[in-house]
């Protein structure tokens, strides 16, 4: 073999050895990389279910806050509004505060909802309730578009619901002993909103 051939192969060993060392670092880097990169992923599930946590439990503390304003009931609390609004701007602020309009689904829950509203707001007072026929004449449905199941119609005087096409939504009567009427849904009444608690 010639000088010449030697310093190459020479040559050709040194750049490999080189290469070989840059080459061998990365490697282990880009294992660190990949390890580094995991526990950072695995970290921030961990703080997105931390902060998840806490702010169920800032609704939590803000509901029992609610409910110490108003009453509770089985399963949920009560919380009257007393500013008159259409059955719509009534819903939403309800809905703005993580409730819906009331709406009640046993004779106990109504007699309790009544009781609430004369002392919270006045003894010959309407309220809105959380149900209304718009989608179907006759087919009174609450906020989640379920058909209503209890109902307590006024029935012995006026025969309700009676407004057909013009009263699309429901107001529960202080001075009609809890009973619901139908009516238009751009007069503007009081309103209770229900908070589901467990």
């Known amino acids: 073999m010639s000088l010449r051939s030697v310093a190459l192969l020479f040559c050709l060993l040194c750049i490999l050895h080189a290469s070989v060392q840059q080459t061998a670092p990365k490697k282990k880097n880009g294992k660190k990389d990949a390890s580094n990169t995991a526990i950072i992923e695995d970290l921030k599930k961990q703080i997105e279910t931390i902060a998840h946590d806490v702010n169920l439990l800032k609704e939590q503390q803000a509901l029992q806050s609610v409910c110490l304003r108003g009453v509770k009931v089985i399963g949920k ?37 009544y009781d609430y509203v004369r002392q919270s707001i006045g003894s010959e007072d309407q309220i809105w309730l959380g149900i209304n026929d718009m989608v179907m004449e006759g087919d009174w449905l609450d906020h989640t578009g379920s ?6 119609w006024e029935t012995e005087v006026t025969q309700q619901p009676d407004g057909g096409h013009r009263k699309n ?15 238009s849904c751009r007069a503007e009444k ?3 909103c229900e908070f589901v608690i467990v």
């Open 190 to 192: 009081f309103s209770v």
């Open 77 to 113: 609390c009560f919380l009257a509004n007393a500013e008159r609004k259409s059955f719509h701007a009534a819903s939403d602020d309800c809905i703005a505060m993580g409730g819906t309009l009331s709406t009640p689904i046993t004779g106990d829950e109504n007699d309790k909802l």
């Open 147 to 152: 058909k209503v199941r209890f109902k307590n």
């Open 169 to 183: 939504c429901a107001i529960l009567s202080t001075t009609a002993n809890g009973k619901w009427f139908d009516e």
